[in-house]
T-cell receptor, first 112, second 114 residues
């Protein structure tokens, strides 16, 4: 069964540093997403991406965040100048024309 | 705006007992409905989903859920719980449109006693 692949599985970064989280969505999917889950809390929507542009973003997704599809296979989330409160599990997901989400296994980001 | 309520933060059941996890949603129309399970430190695994049609949906691991439009509910059930079912369970909804966001509930932590 096709999978969404996320790398790395765990990243530790210093406060103020930039991080890039990487995802390889399912190849024939058209919609790509990032979600965040702070430890012990619910999963929150960050952003959706379609046709090489952001289609929707939440209030969490401020200027600190950006997304990119640099080539035909990767989908990245960049967090500039990380803060302690950015520590969370970040999930990538993708879906096709017929609605059906597939989540990756997540990247645990720890900001120290 | 759509929202999801899972009234039970934590449920404890004995192994072999039946289980029902509650989920209520607030949305103008019938949304797509999902149940996900998450083990500690792990990703989200889809248990089942409802798009349309039969309101009783069968999923993996012996789970089922029933969509009740009149109650705006999508409760998850399992007739006999196994110790390996201990995990956090999330209900989620999405607009019936391709590419729409998922809105998750707060989750229900399930503990299974031997």
């Amino acid at each position: 069964e096709p999978e969404v692949t996320q790398t790395p599985s765990h990243q530790v970064t210093q406060m103020g540093q930039e991080v890039i989280l990487r995802c390889v969505p399912i190849s024939n999917h058209l919609y790509f997403y990032w979600y965040r889950q702070i430890l012990g809390q619910k999963v929150e929507f960050l952003v959706s991406f379609y046709n090489n542009e952001i289609s929707e973003k939440s209030e969490i997704f401020d200027d600190q965040f950006s997304v990119e599809r640099p080539d035909g296979s990767n989908f990245t989330l960049k967090i500039r100048s990380t803060k302690l409160e950015d520590s969370a599990m970040y999930f990538c997901a993708s879906s096709g024309e017929i609605y059906g989400y597939t989540f990756g296994s997540g990247t645990r980001l720890t900001v120290v | 705006a759509q929202s999801v309520t899972q009234p039970d933060i934590h449920i404890t059941v004995s192994e072999g007992a039946s289980l029902e996890l509650r989920c209520n949603y607030s949305y103008g129309a019938t949304p797509y409905l999902f149940w996900y399970v998450q083990s500690p430190g792990q990703g989200l695994q889809l248990l089942l989903k409802y798009f349309s049609g039969d309101t009783l949906v069968q999923g993996i691991k012996g789970f089922e859920a029933e969509f009740k439009r009149s109650q705006s509910s999508f409760n998850l059930r399992k007739p006999s719980v196994h110790w390996s079912d201990a995990a956090e369970y999330f209900c989620a909804v999405a607009q019936q449109t391709s590419g729409s966001r998922l809105t998750f509930g707060e989750g229900t932590q399930l503990t299974v006693n031997p």
